[in-house]
């Protein structure tokens, strides 16, 4: 079965940078996609980010041209590198994954095609 496990979240001020990381089992080794989510006060969960296993990425409004992110498939872990936070990024991040889903005919991704999710990192930014 595939699990999920976000870690990073922490308090920051704002213009700070800040990685979560994810770590990851299970995954069909050549056909799978990872993303990250959040959800931030008052607003429905965002997409984030996305990549997949042939290392082709997608990005969503959130964060946009703040973020990266990443994966070491040798230590089955996925990043997500925010600079430049805001206090409205304060919240709670998620990862989740697909198996057998690339990204390549895709240029959009939600979070429904996200199956499972971790439980989630929060953190806060201060001004």
């Known amino acids: 079965e595939v699990q999920l496990a976000e870690s990073g979240g922490d308090s920051v001020r704002a213009g700070e940078s800040l990685r979560l990381s994810c770590e990851f089992s299970?995954?069909?080794?050549?056909?799978?996609?990872l993303a990250w989510f959040r959800q931030v006060s008052g607003k429905e969960r965002e997409e984030v980010a996305a990549?997949?296993?042939?290392?082709?990425?997608l990005y969503g409004d959130a964060l946009q041209g703040r973020v990266t992110i990443s994966q070491d498939k040798a230590e089955n872990t996925l990043y997500l590198q925010m600079n430049s936070l805001k206090v409205e990024d304060s919240g709670m991040y998620y990862c989740a994954a697909e198996n057998w889903l690339l990204l390549h005919a895709k240029s959009w991704f939600r979070p429904g095609d996200f199956q499972p999710w971790g439980q989630g990192t929060q953190f806060t930014v201060s001004s």
């Open positions: 990549i997949d296993s042939d290392g082709r990425t």
């Open positions: 299970g995954l069909t080794r050549h056909t799978y996609s």
